[in-house]
């Protein structure tokens, strides 16, 4: 029998013929933005990214990303002043991500596992660079240099490299063993260091004969004098020089008291020195101690070791008195704010006091060790940037002085970021000329600060970040829970008196992901997948690649909820036809 | 669930649907009464949906999917899940009979409620599900809802079925743990979804899950599980926001006082009490 | 096998023999029987099927939606106010195209109470795409029930087979019981045409716009107007096999009738009486018996009224404003002829008021003695009402 064909309420087709994009009249964009970690970072680390892959386990992978834009990152794990911690939004959540604690890890575990980096670098140049001076500033120099592709060689007048990271900061901040596995592999990218070499003035100019530009690296190794009376080489030791001969294997007599002057980090690292060789150390600072330049963190720990700290106290002269010395010291009292904030000292009418000690040390300022490293700032036709200066010689050969010779703020990773300006503005120059310097780097710059990026620089994926910074009220904070930080476990105090061991003890990898996985990540897509997961309209698409999501616009009814419920602000809506 | 339906921007139901339709997967036959949803899932001859679809009368939710029931039993069906997927009017109001009679009988299905509190569908009039306090067409201006929310787990508890749960689309991992654990069990499983509604409660759409996860929060809407009408599980530790941090983000309730706020804490309060003591009691 | 059953009995047998796989019910004076005779036969074992007790006639038809949908062969019986809360789903069943088979016991609706014979429930419920068959004993329920599955899963239309409250329901008569093979070679087990299927998954009654409704109603009335072939063939095969026929209508001495009566149900039975009494007085009456309501049988009434000078329908219902039901669908479907008899109005029986022979007489007599009808609709055997107030 053949049956009539019925027709009734029955479906036959889907509903993806109804393209209800039409409706739309905001449109979501994926658009990963600067986290405001990355813009305090000196150096401009790309730390959302750095944390993100720590957090799904890609160590190399997260460590390379800290190498595109640093070459020391178990330095810098262990003694940069870590500002990208101040600046991080889960602060005002729970507490600020351990951010150096990661770093250090990352390295170490690359160290370890005696990891490679594969990491891109532009074809070779022509041109070949000189350094002098490998600290921070050089060795950066040096391996920026040669990640665009410029052969580079770094003469360094001491037996060893690493300048104040060799010679300045103790052991038991930075172990010799870490530096050395640091710049071993700057060395393995091809960058070829001369030590106990030292370059003289006149033999600079053969330097730019033979070379196509020079990156003056030198540093300030010398410790600024008291300037009061009674101050010998005898009476009054260079704080520098005391801690270069302890890292050189020597032990310089300590017994008794030994006085410090000064309150910058040197001062303290000299105080913790006098310490485990057996002595005693007093600080004496003129201002406050929240006026110390130097690290809280290292402040307490030198007294927890027992030094002494003075306060409001400047030298005022020196007798000696057989084997001792008798310091004069000058009370100071607080009148008004100095313009950097600091409390202004003025002294506290006649009032002196007094304090007999085996030695006193300086470590109130550090200089250059030969007067032609200074810049030359008024010179015509220098190009003055953030972090360097450049000039150039009768040829047209270019002179960077950078590091501390040239930066406002003067610490390890100031240094890094200079050899990194340095070493884009030499390549702009050599590509595009001197006027493009300025525009080229200002393309670099991470979110709204004065870091630059090299990542950005090449051409790499971070050049589409958006400027803006994210800030804490753009954080959806709904999705995450509170959670301690990590704890650094350190060395007791008993165990640190009298070793040079590294204080602070690594983590486990365990603790590193999960610290990372506290990082918001903020700005940058970490394929959480709410978006996907909460698109009313199935229109977020996820790609083959673990990283690509996209938008259908066929049918994004343009909700919001995407950028809404994106805990990090990775998603940005605008308006429908812009 | 496919795109092209025609839910509103940013729509809870559609997202409910979604998150539902992975726990349950292809054997699944679905029985959806007059609702949101009979026009989200699209004009004849389209679908929005992957799978056998029995659309039927408004309130025959618990009735058509005994039904179904019956005939897959007869045809010795025993991998196919009958699902009735219904509004709150078709749940709290005219579907409630059939909802009784149908889980009395301890049918197996899963009966899912998505709750946008009133009825949306037919233009935003109130129904035994909108909330004391609401604005609605039929509740408008000094005229506000003075009636509280019915409390439809606790009428499905009271019939002693196997499993009865809360539900909300800002938690979507506990919604799709709770639709697979409904899955599993055999007898009547009723589960109640928190759809936020932006274009009925006043909302910006982009605001639809926020708004969902401060109703769990604020405790107005508890996620809590009650097992053969006994024992209770309370899922979320709420945050213990102020009610009214959710009241002044909707359009639905602008009209409140601080007065009628404060007094509405004190609803709420007692209710999440009234709840814990529950929790808590062992028989 | 020939037994004593009442009507509901029957009806239940019917039901096991078509081998229906679920059944849903609420029960009704004076439908419970049926319920309780089919309960009876799942729970022994003699039905293989599942029967849901629902708690409402509107829930009932739910649930049958639901299981025939899945691809099951369904029952249900009901009567007046049960039949009259299913009404919105008895709209929904035939524009879903379900082939579900529903006994309705006509009985009065209230107020005031009455569980008495009265076919205004099923009647009131004509528009809503629904077959009708109305019977007049025992045999032709068991006959006319078994018969519906076929037609109704022929056409994809629902059907109702109308039994008279308690004249049928539960009255005892010799029935002939076929047997199951027989059944079975009449009756194959159901194919759907279409299903709840996970493996090829549509949406069922779906939003329909005003682009395509029209044209989905339209294939309705043409599965409507089929089924009036289809319902002939059906009896066809079935008097092959059983021996009995009963046709949409049947006329019995209408060829020389100058008045023809027209009954339906258990009426029809003392109709046949009186009309051997008055053939034995030379009285030249006819009788013809509706038993097809819907679709209504427009040329098998023509045929048999057309030649006759009156016509006397009597309906057991009334549609106020407008009069007997029975009598206005009649005047409409004789209204294409050139020619056709005057057409009396009586309204008889309601409330299950006994429809005797006198009565019946009464009818005649005054049929024969009017040219015209006095009035529209013509109540017979009203009494005087004494506390009107």
Known sequence: MNLRPLFMP?????????????????????????????????????IARIEMLSAQGFFKEAWETILRENPLPGVCGRVCFHPCEGSCNREGFDSALAIHTIER??????????????????????????????????????WFFTMLGYACDIYESLPEAGGILRWGIPEYRLPAAVLRTEIGRIESQGVRIVTGRHISESELNNLLSNYSAVFMGCGYSRSTPLGVPGETPESVKDGLEFLRSV?????????????????????????????????????????????????????????????????????????????????????????????????????????????????????????????WYNPPSDKPGTIALSHCQIRFDKKGLPLVYGGDLTN??????????????????????????????ESRLASCRVGDGLSLSMEVYMQGARRLRSFHIVRPEEINTDYFQFEARVVQPRLLVEERAGSFDEIDMRISANLAIREAGRCFNCGLCNQCDNCYLYCPDVAVIRGRNMEDRHINFDYCKGCGLCAAECPRNAVTLEGEGI | M????????????TIAMRLFMKAMGEKTIMVLPACCWTVIAGAYPTSALKIPVLQTAFETGGATASGVRAALDMKGDTETTVVTWAGDGGTFDIGFQSLSGAVERNEDFIYVCYDNEAYMNTGIQRSSSTPYGAWTTTTPGQDWKRMRKKNIVEALVAHRIPYVATANIAFPEDLVRKAKKARSIKGSKFIHVFASCPTGWRIPSELSVKIARMAVQTNIFPLYEVEDGIHYTINQKPKEYLVREYFKLQGRFRHLTDKDLDQIQTMVDEDWALLLRKAEARI | MKRVLEGSHAVAEAVRLAKVQVVSAYPITPQTHIVEIISDYCAKGKMNAKFIPVESEHSCLAALVGAQSAGVRTFTATSSHGLALMHEILHWVSAARLPIVMVDVNRALGPGWNIWSDQSDSLSQRDTGWLQLYCEDSQEVIDTVLQAFRLAERVNLPVMVVLDAFFLSHTYEPVDVPEQEEVDRFLPSYSPRFTLDTANPYTLSPLVTPAFYMEMRHDTALAMDEAMACFNEIEEEYAALFNRRYGSVEAVA??????????????????????????????????LKMKMFRPFPVEAVCRALGRAKKVAVIDRNFSFGAGGIFAQEIKAALYKLPVHPTVFGYIAGLGGRDVTTAVLEEIYIKTREADLPSQASIWIGLQEVKYAN
């Open chain 3, 254 to 287: 209408c060829d020389d009738a100058e008045i023809i009566l027209v009954t339906s149900g258990t009426i029809t039975s003392t109709a046949r009486l009186l009309l051997e009494e008055l053939r034995a007085k030379g009285e030249k009456v006819g009788l």
């Open chain 1, 10 to 46: 029955r479906t036959h087709e889907t509903t993806e013929g109804n393209k209800t994009g039409s409706w739309r009249y905001l449109r979501p964009r994926y658009e990963d933005k600067t986290s405001p970690c990355s813009a305090a970072c000196p150096a401009g680390e790309d």
């Open chain 2, 2 to 13: 496919h795109s092209g339906h025609v839910g509103c921007p940013g729509c809870g139901a």
């Open chain 1, 408 to 437: 406002a703020t003067k610490n390890v990773t100031q240094a890094i970021a200079s050899g990194k300006q340095a070493a884009m503005a030499i390549d702009t120059y050599f590509q595009q000329g001197s006027d493009a310097i």
């Open chain 1, 247 to 371: 890292r050189q294997g020597e032990k310089p007599p300590c017994q008794g008291l030994s006085a410090v002057i000064g309150g910058g980090n040197t001062a303290v690292d000299v105080a913790r020195t006098v310490i485990r060789l057996g002595g005693k150390a007093a600080i004496l600072y003129r201002r406050r101690r929240q006026d110390m330049p130097a690290f809280e963190e290292e402040i307490v720990m030198a007294m927890e070791e027992g030094v002494e700290l003075h306060e409001l106290l400047a030298p005022g002269a020196i007798e000696a008195q057989g084997d001792q010395y008798r310091l004069i010291l000058r009370k100071m009292k607080i009148e008004g704010q100095d313009k950097d904030g600091r409390g202004r000292i003025v002294p506290d009418g006649d009032k002196t006091g007094e304090v007999t000690v085996e030695r006193i040390f300086t470590a109130t300022g550090a200089d250059v060790a030969e007067p």
């Open chain 1, 105 to 142: 890890h990352l390295a170490d575990t690359a160290a370890r596992n005696d990891l490679k980096p594969a990491l891109e670098k532009l074809a070779l140049q022509p041109q070949k660079i000189a350094t002098i001076g490998s600290g921070p500033a050089g060795l950066s120099a040096a």
